[in-house]
C-alpha cells in the first residue's frame, strides 16, 4: 500500500479561487476586504510569512495593509495600533505575527484584537463561542489550521462522521482547539486528545481511523503506530539544521514509512500549511461579508 497523498497546495489553490470570486462580489457591492498584520521587530522568518500572505492577499483583489513597529515598542505602542485596526473599517481581519518580543504581554495585546476581526479565530471569546455551540452555525471565525485540516480531509472525499479522531499535541493553535470543530454536530468525529505526555501513545494511535500529529516532535509516529489503511494528517513543525547544506530543514512528526501503511497521509511541508493561509483569508472575507449584510439598508414596502 502507498498512501495517497492529500495535497495541501492544490486544495489551498481550489479555496482562494472561490475566495476570489466572493471578494469580486462584493466589490460590486462596495466593499473591498481588508487584511492587516502587525509585526513587531525584524525577525526575518517572521517579514517572510508576513509579506507571503499580503502577496496572496493581494492576488485575490483584497485591501492588503501592513503595520510595523520597532523591536523596542511599549506596549502601549502595541495596544493603541491594534485599538488604531479595531476602529478602522477598512481592516476586516487581522493577526498580530508571533512571537512578539519577551518584554510584551502576548495575552494582553492578543486580547485586545476585536474578536470580529480576529483572523486567526483564536481569540478567548471566539473560542468561547466554538465551546458553546455544539448544533447551530457559527457566525464567528474559526481556528484556521484545525479548521484547515478539516478542509483537506472532507475536500479530499474523506468521510469524517463517526470516526475516531486521534489527536497529538495540545497546543491551543491546534491540539486544544481542533477537538471542538471535529465534535460538532455537523462534522460528529469522536476525538481523543494525546500528547507527549500520554502513556502508551501507540496504543491509542493505533485505534485511530484519523491521526492528527501536531507535537512538533520530529517522526515520533511511526509506521507501526498506524492502522493499517488509517489517514494522517501531518501537521507538526520541526526546524533543524541539515550539516551538509548548513541550512535548515524542516521536518513533520510523522516518518516517511508511515506512506506504506496510510490509505491517505497530508505531508509536511507541502499539506496543512498553505490551508492554513487560504483559511486565515477565508476568515477575513467571511467578516466582510459579515459587515456588509450589517451595513445594507432595511428595504421597506
Do not use: W
Not at 494582553?108 to 479565530?121: F, S
Not at 551538509?244 to 524542516?250: I, L, P, R, Y
Request: aromatic fraction near 2%; glycine fraction near 8%.
Amino acid at each position: 500500500m502507498t498512501a495517497e497523498r492529500l495535497d495541501g497546495v492544490a486544495t489551498a489553490a481550489a479555496i482562494k479561487r472561490e475566495l476570489a470570486e466572493r471578494i469580486a462580489e462584493l466589490k460590486r457591492q462596495g466593499t473591498t476586504p481588508g487584511i492587516a498584520t502587525v509585526l513587531v521587530g525584524a525577525d526575518r522568518a517572521s517579514q517572510l510569512y508576513v509579506s507571503m500572505k499580503h502577496r496572496q492577499s493581494l492576488e485575490l483583489g483584497m485591501n492588503s495593509i501592513q503595520r510595523e513597529l520597532p523591536h523596542d515598542a511599549t506596549q502601549a505602542d502595541v495596544l493603541k495600533l491594534l485599538d488604531e485596526l479595531n476602529c478602522d473599517p477598512t481592516c476586516h481581519g487581522y493577526i498580530v505575527q508571533l512571537p512578539l518580543p519577551a518584554h510584551l504581554d502576548t495575552h494582553e495585546i492578543l486580547e485586545r484584537i476585536d474578536p470580529a476581526k480576529d483572523a486567526d479565530g483564536l481569540h478567548p471569546v471566539n473560542l468561547g463561542r466554538l465551546v458553546l455551540n455544539v448544533n447551530e452555525p457559527i457566525d464567528s471565525p474559526l481556528p484556521c489550521t484545525p479548521r484547515g485540516v478539516i478542509d483537506l480531509l472532507t475536500r479530499n472525499g474523506i468521510d469524517l462522521a463517526g470516526k475516531h479522531v486521534v489527536v497529538v499535541g495540545r497546543g491551543v493553535t491546534i491540539g486544544r482547539s481542533i477537538g471542538l470543530l471535529l465534535t460538532r454536530r455537523q462534522v460528529n468525529a469522536t476525538v481523543t486528545l494525546t500528547h507527549t505526555g500520554t502513556v502508551d501513545l501507540a496504543a491509542h494511535l493505533r485505534k485511530a481511523d484519523i491521526i492528527v500529529a501536531a507535537a512538533g516532535a520530529k517522526h515520533m509516529i511511526r509506521a507501526d503506530h498506524v492502522k493499517p489503511g488509517a489517514v494522517v494528517i501531518d501537521v507538526g513543525v520541526t526546524r533543524e539544521v541539515d550539516p551538509d547544506s548548513g541550512t535548515f530543514k524542516t521536518y513533520g512528526d510523522v516518518e516517511p514509512a508511515v506512506a506504506e501503511v496510510a490509505t491517505a497521509l497530508s505531508p509536511n511541508p507541502g499539506g496543512v500549511g498553505p490551508m492554513t493561509v487560504a483559511l486565515l483569508l477565508t476568515n477575513v472575507v467571511e467578516a466582510a461579508e459579515r459587515a456588509t449584510r450589517l451595513t445594507q439598508p432595511i428595504v421597506t414596502l
